[in-house]
Nanobody, 120 residues
Framework: VQLQASGGGLVQAGGSLRLSCAAS????????LGWFRQAPGKEREFVAH????????YYADSVKGRFTISKDNAKATVYLQMISLKPEDTAVYYC??????????????WGQGTLVTVSS
């Protein structure tokens, strides 16, 4: 399995970006696909995840109402639409996949990360 994240960039506060995570390989083994982020000097934190089978989303409180996670199974791609971006959203964003029949908080596969920079 490979995950390829893309879509990061530089945006002004209040702007928007859409991140993509393209998966290849045994995607039928996915239970959830999630987005995480790591800001400079901080620990990695959870952003959102989506259930691969039925698209049920879940968000961290810090992004609820501003970020939307979605998926396109035909393209094996998960998206993270981000609006009303804030400087504190600046981070490297990673996508990750959780496999079926494993603990739901264990993400086995990770993408390489894409940098989002929000200027004030």
């Amino acid at each position: 399995v490979q995950l390829q994240a893309s879509g990061g960039g530089l945006v002004q506060a209040g702007g928007s970006l859409r991140l993509s995570c393209a998966a290849s390989g045994r995607t039928d083994n996915f239970y959830r696909l999630g987005w995480f982020r790591q800001a400079p000097g901080k620990e990695r934190e959870f952003v959102a995840h989506i259930k691969w089978s039925d698209g049920t989303p879940y968000y961290a409180d810090s992004v609820k109402g501003r970020f939307t996670i979605s998926k396109d199974n035909a393209k094996a791609t998960v998206y993270l639409q981000m609006i009303s971006l804030k400087p504190e959203d600046t981070a490297v964003y990673y996508c990750a996949a959780n496999r079926r029949f494993t603990p739901v908080d264990i993400y086995t596969y990770w993408g390489q990360g894409t940098l989002v920079t929000v200027s004030s």
